[in-house]
């Protein structure tokens, strides 16, 4: 969902307010930043503080271009728009440290890539862990991997208050070693080519980010002391039902995780199929090349779906198709049907379920739960909420059966 500002001044609005940015070396970030949101934004969001997370090297440039008294940019916006004081105290810039403390004056390793996910993490779990403060975080400056860490940890642990954004800036202004916002008088700013742009031309935008609100999966530890930022993913991981299949050939239908799904006699073949090779250990199945009829798959497929249709179940125009064996329109039309009713019921929940391609010609097939997640058996009997609705729905299933009867069920 997307997390809306809130005015200045509002009533139901936090009393602290803080814009948190990353910035490697270019603090420019920061003022474009606060130029969006004190000057732009219907109705303004002015921080009465800011905090920014970076490395060694960038909080020198931060300090000198940002702070400086004389010459800082970011007093410079401030003067220029009227806006009310904002702290940028010495103790917010948060300078990237390893797991020793020892400043890290960019991300190169695997390495520094965890200790920076660590430390941006505790950085905004410290921030959202005052119920007054609203935190606006800003993903524009420093590497790739801190704006993504800053993202995760914000749904990790974020509050309603909270925002997330991106600053754009238009061409050439965004590469522009000298803009640092619109001014309120235009100036013209060279360019390293030895042009000159009026900033009476530059556009700031702000874009919104929708996020996810994870905080009320994570346990209370993990709300008030510092722990890795593999512990809170871990934790969010293990708040979602399990990925479990149980398979009912009597019902002809399955359990996937949570969700109860009716499948046809010759889709449900397949799963079965895959699902008891999964439990045997067995490998995955190559997609038959073009021209090769697969003996050993249509008996196995033959075995499954004569399970499920019973004795008097009718299936010779399968057994007449599969008579050589089967081929690969066979296999993959299979697969795909089976596929498509999968992501139809649980739709983007559907991916362990499926069967998927291995490596990177996709030829070779499985199913990838792993073997003790699957199982063979009775459903549970739905609730009477349950029924209802899937009484209510039946004329609409029975529709789409009818609709798939309409076209040859078998090659």
């Known amino acids: 969902m997307v997390r809306k500002t809130l005015s200045q001044g509002s009533s ?3 009393e602290r307010r803080v814009l948190l940015c990353l910035t490697g070396m270019s603090p420019q970030i920061v003022t474009e930043t606060l130029f969006a949101l004190a000057v732009q934004s219907d109705p303004p969001w002015i921080p009465e503080e800011i905090h920014i997370i970076t490395t060694s090297e960038g909080s020198k440039m931060a300090r000198k271009e940002l702070a400086d008294p004389g010459a800082g940019h970011l007093w410079a916006l401030v003067r220029d728009y009227g806006l009310p004081e904002i702290r940028f105290d010495p103790d ?3 300078v990237l440290r390893d797991r020793t403390g020892r400043s890290l004056a960019d991300i190169r390793s695997g390495e520094d890539n965890e200790d920076a ?3 941006i993490v505790e950085v905004v779990r410290t921030l959202t862990e005052d119920p007054s403060c609203s935190l606006h975080v800003s993903l524009a400056g420093g590497r790739k991997t801190m704006g993504f860490y800053a993202g995760y940890a914000l749904s990790l642990f974020g509050r309603p208050q909270d925002c ?6 238009s061409a050439p202004f965004e590469s522009l070693p000298d803009f640092y916002y619109p001014p309120l008088e ?3 700013l060279p360019s390293r080519t030895g042009e000159s742009f009026d900033t009476h031309d ?4 702000l874009a919104s980010i929708p996020f996810v609100l994870l905080r009320q999966l994570l346990p209370k530890s993990l709300l008030r002391k510092k722990k890795p930022f593999r512990d809170a993913v871990q934790a969010v991981q293990k708040s979602f039902p399990p990925h479990r299949l149980l398979l009912d050939i009597k019902k002809q239908a399955i359990l996937a995780g949570d969700t109860t799904i009716r499948l046809p006699p010759s889709e449900l073949a397949v799963l079965c199929w895959f699902a008891r090779r999964k439990q045997r250990g067995e490998p995955p199945l190559f997609s038959p090349k073009k021209g090769i009829q697969k003996v050993n798959y249509a008996q196995d497929y033959l075995k499954e779906l004569k399970t499920i249709r019973g004795i008097l179940g009718d299936i010779d125009r399968t057994e007449q198709a599969l008579k050589k064996g089967m081929d690969q329109g066979f296999f993959d039309q299979k697969l795909s049907r089976l596929n498509a009713a999968l992501v139809e019921a649980l739709g983007s929940q559907a991916d362990p379920y499926l069967i998927r391609g291995l490596g990177k010609r996709g030829k070779s097939y499985e199913i990838r739960l ?3 997640t699957i199982r063979f058996g009775d459903l549970p009997e739905p609730s009477k909420k349950e029924a209802a609705y899937q009484e209510k729905m039946e004329p609409e299933a029975r529709e789409s059966r009818k609709n798939r009867s309409l076209n040859p ?3």
């Open 12 to 14: 139901d609005a936090p």
């Open 92 to 94: 917010f810039v948060h």
């Open 117 to 119: 996910a660590d430390f």
């Open 164 to 169: 997330l954004s991106h600053v754009l800036v």
């Open 186 to 188: 235009p100036v013209r």
């Open 202 to 205: 530059a556009v700031v935008t």
């Open 370 to 372: 792993r073997k003790e």
């Open 409 to 411: 069920p078998e090659r």
